[in-house]
Structure formats: structure tokens, C-alpha cells
């Protein structure tokens, strides 16, 4: 069962909505909330999937409420307001509801929200094989094999994950997570912003590596010793 809550301040549209949750068989409604305050509440004391929340709301609306979250649900944001819609997807929202709304739109958002959900779990319960893992990115889960990580950047909250597509993964993960779950045998943290994959180092040249795609990565006097004996054991010659 994927646990929710529902938040909105329109009596009318939260019996709805409410009415529309406890109609779909995996959905499980902890508690239907007025305001952002209260849904604040209820998450502090429990282990919530998915929040349905309605963007237009008095003190605290629905876009700065989940801005506001460390930890963040899958989000489906609700709201009459169509112009909102790119400004929920810039805080990772799964989907968007324009009210009103029917059942039938509810349902097929809501079976989004299933497989979103059995991605994440699969994520969660660590069933990666050796050759790859799944990374939440923006509002999708996705399959990344992990050969081709050239090297992993922190940002602050978030890590970018540079590999030999075009484009770099961002996702809501510390360092020290990305590090456990990757081989020690073929990464290594080279200093506290850098993780690099060791097969894709072409130059070691002034304490720095030259990584596929001629990226410079500085190594740290944190990590030097680790990377000295690891090229201790790989080095040939005099």
C-alpha cells in the first residue's frame, strides 16, 4: 500500500480528493489535511509515499510547503491554475492535477504513482545488480549502468553523477550514500567533492586526474594517501 495524504484548503475539493483515494486499492489514506501546517505534523510522525497537495493555499502554499521538505514524498500537486505547472515540476513533482478533475484523470496519475513508487522501492531494498543502479532523478527513477560513471560531483544536497552520455544525473543523495553503494574496487573518493571511477583515469599529473573526457579532478591531502597506494599497487615502471 502506498501511504498518503491529501492537503487542501477548499473543504469541497478535499472531500474529493479524499473520495477519489479511498476508491483506488493501493492507496492508503493516513489523513486528509487543511493546511500546509497540518500535513507538516502528520509527517513528522509518520513514514508518508505520497502527498496530493493543492498549490494555492493562505500562509503557506502548496509550492513552498514542499520546497520546504527535507525529505521529500512523491509529490502530485493539485490546483486550478495551470501556470503553475513548470514551478512544480522544478520541485520534482511526479504529476499535476488541473481542477477539476474527474476520476478518470485521478486514476491514470495515481497508477503513475505506482510505478514510480515500485521503482523507488526496488531502489530502496537495494536490488542492483552488480552492473548497475537505480537513481532518482528530477521525478523519475532510472536505470543507470554503472560503467559508465566517469565520475561523481557534490553539490551541496544533491550529487551530479557524469557519465559517458551527454547528460549529467542529478539526484537527492548524499556522498557518503553514493560512495557505500558503488564498488570499492572500481571508485574511489578523491577528495570531499569528488568520487571517481578508477578505470576512467587517463592522466595523474600534478595531484590531479585527468579523467575520460579530459576533466580535471583535484585530489585533496584528505584523500592523497589512499590514491598514492592504490597507484602504489597499479604503477609500472621505476
Given at each position: 500500500m502506498i501511504k498518503c495524504i491529501a492537503i487542501d484548503d477548499e473543504p469541497l475539493?478535499?472531500?474529493q480528493l479524499v473520495g477519489y483515494i479511498n476508491k483506488?486499492?493501493?492507496?492508503?489514506?493516513?489523513?486528509?489535511?487543511?493546511?500546509?501546517?497540518e500535513a507538516m505534523e502528520v509527517l513528522a510522525n509518520n513514514d508518508i509515499d505520497l502527498i496530493y497537495v493543492d498549490i494555492n493555499m493562505p500562509d503557506l502554499n502548496g509550492l513552498d510547503f514542499?520546497?520546504?521538505?527535507?525529505?521529500?514524498?512523491?509529490?502530485?500537486?493539485?490546483?486550478?491554475?495551470?501556470?503553475?505547472?513548470?514551478?512544480?515540476?522544478k520541485v520534482d513533482a511526479l504529476d499535476y492535477l488541473l481542477k477539476p478533475f474527474g476520476y478518470s484523470d485521478f486514476l491514470k496519475?495515481?497508477?503513475?504513482?505506482?510505478?514510480?513508487?515500485?521503482?523507488?522501492?526496488?531502489?530502496?531494498?537495494?536490488?542492483?545488480?552488480?552492473?548497475?543502479l537505480f537513481v532518482k532523478t528530477e521525478?523519475?527513477?532510472?536505470r543507470l549502468e554503472i560503467d559508465s560513471i566517469i565520475y561523481i560531483e557534490s553539490m551541496s544536497e544533491?550529487?551530479?553523477?557524469?557519465?559517458?552520455?551527454?547528460?549529467?544525473?542529478?539526484?537527492?543523495?548524499?556522498?557518503?550514500?553514493?560512495?557505500?553503494?558503488?564498488?570499492?574496487?572500481?571508485?574511489?573518493?578523491?577528495?570531499?567533492?569528488?568520487?571517481?571511477?578508477?578505470?576512467?583515469?587517463?592522466?595523474?599529473?600534478?595531484?590531479?586526474?585527468?579523467?575520460?573526457?579530459?576533466?580535471?579532478?583535484?585530489i585533496s591531502e584528505q584523500y592523497k594517501d589512499l590514491f598514492n597506494r592504490y597507484m602504489g599497487d597499479n604503477f609500472l615502471g621505476k
Open positions: 475539493a478535499l472531500t483506488v486499492p493501493f492507496l492508503e489514506l493516513l489523513k486528509p489535511c487543511s493546511s500546509a501546517f514542499v520546497r520546504s521538505l527535507i525529505h521529500k514524498p512523491l509529490t502530485v500537486f493539485t490546483t486550478a491554475y495551470s501556470e503553475y505547472a513548470i514551478e512544480g515540476f496519475s495515481a497508477n503513475k504513482v505506482k510505478q514510480q513508487y515500485e521503482l523507488l522501492t526496488l531502489s530502496n531494498n537495494q536490488l542492483n545488480d552488480e552492473k548497475h521525478y523519475r527513477v532510472v544533491y550529487v551530479r553523477i557524469h557519465t559517458t552520455q551527454d547528460k549529467p544525473i542529478m539526484s537527492l543523495l548524499s556522498m557518503k550514500v553514493v560512495e557505500e553503494r558503488l564498488p570499492a574496487s572500481k571508485f574511489m573518493r578523491v577528495h570531499r567533492s569528488y568520487i571517481v571511477n578508477l578505470q576512467k583515469i587517463m592522466e595523474v599529473t600534478k595531484g590531479r586526474l585527468v579523467m575520460e573526457g579530459q576533466v580535471y579532478i583535484p
